[in-house]
């Protein structure tokens, strides 16, 4: 699954940028979204992942991946032109100001910053680990008022759905101007978490295929004997 999505947001970067040099990943788990990055661009990609098994998985298959922000920069890492946080962001305690930290000090001038969480009113999104939980419009007001510029944003369900959009997914800029944004309020919440619901479970009793797709199958050696 971390190697569909990982394929998916490398395609969805393609369509907007044309060229990666440097490339960082936070949250990078297993190394999946590094190697699609890196396959997709030919960047020099680097990880951070605080669990350290995943460490050091990613670091066996040849990936350098740190443990926190405050150890690559201490390695003498410098800024990059991408910097992506697949489901990242709602495990954060204070998200906004991660994000001013990333532009100030992470992402180069003409970088960009790639997020994806899940969908506040498809999702189920209320778990223990996270800490916020985003609406598209909650999503480019955040990036917004970290200093952002929006380039391009989807909803969508893959690799999960065909239909129901799980997820979003949004590439922004270091904003050129400077300028303060004034955040705007959210109306309707709540009534729009149940209707997105609703419509979640009726996609989901009526045509289970299209709200589900099955998760690839994997080979199993039958053990010898």
Same mark, same amino acid.
């Given at each position: 699954?971390?190697?569909?999505?990982? /394929?998916? $947001?490398?395609?969805?970067?393609?369509?907007?940028?044309?060229?990666? &040099?440097?490339?960082?990943?936070?949250? +990078? @788990?297993?190394?999946?979204?590094?190697?699609?990055?890196?396959?997709?661009?030919?960047?020099?990609?680097?990880?951070?992942?605080?669990?350290?098994?995943?460490?050091?998985?990613?670091?066996?298959?040849?990936?350098?991946?740190?443990?926190?922000?405050?150890?690559?920069?201490?390695?003498?890492?410098?800024?990059?032109?991408?910097?992506?946080?697949?489901?990242?962001?709602?495990?954060?305690?204070?998200?906004?100001?991660?994000?001013?930290?990333?532009?100030?000090?992470?992402?180069?001038?003409? /970088?960009? $910053?790639?997020?994806?969480?899940?969908?506040?009113?498809?999702?189920? &999104?209320?778990?223990?680990?996270?800490? +916020? @939980?985003?609406?598209?419009?909650?999503?480019?007001?955040?990036?917004?008022?970290?200093?952002?510029?929006?380039?391009?944003?989807?909803?969508?369900?893959?690799?999960?759905?065909?239909?129901?959009?799980?997820f979003l997914t949004v590439l922004c800029c270091p904003s050129k101007t400077g300028k303060d944004y004034r955040l705007k309020p959210e109306r309707f919440v709540l009534q729009?978490?149940?209707?997105?619901?609703?419509?979640?479970?009726?996609?989901?009793?009526?045509?289970?295929?299209?709200?589900?797709?099955?998760?690839?199958?994997?080979?199993?050696?039958?053990?010898?004997?």
């Open positions: 699954m971390q190697e569909l999505r990982a /394929g998916l $947001l490398a395609s969805f970067a393609g369509r907007h940028i044309h060229q990666v &040099s440097r490339h960082l990943d936070i949250g +990078s @788990s297993a190394g999946s979204l590094i190697q699609s990055i890196h396959q997709k661009f030919d960047s020099q990609s680097v990880g951070v992942e605080p669990g350290q098994a995943y460490r050091e998985f990613a670091s066996a298959a040849g990936f350098k991946v740190y443990a926190s922000l405050q150890e690559m920069q201490s390695a003498g890492e410098t800024k990059f032109d991408l910097v992506t946080m697949s489901h990242v962001l709602e495990h954060l305690p204070d998200p906004l100001s991660y994000l001013i930290h990333l532009r100030e000090e992470i992402i180069t001038f003409d /970088g960009c $910053l790639l997020v994806e969480v899940p969908n506040l009113y498809f999702h189920d &999104s209320f778990e223990v680990a996270h800490l +916020s @939980s985003f609406s598209i419009h909650t999503l480019w007001q955040l990036v917004r008022k970290a200093g952002f510029e929006m380039i391009a944003s989807q909803k969508h369900g893959l690799p999960r759905s065909r239909v129901i959009p799980y729009k978490r149940r209707l997105g619901l609703f419509q979640r479970r009726m996609v989901s009793h009526f045509f289970p295929t299209l709200a589900w797709k099955p998760l690839p199958e994997e080979k199993i050696q039958e053990p010898s004997l």
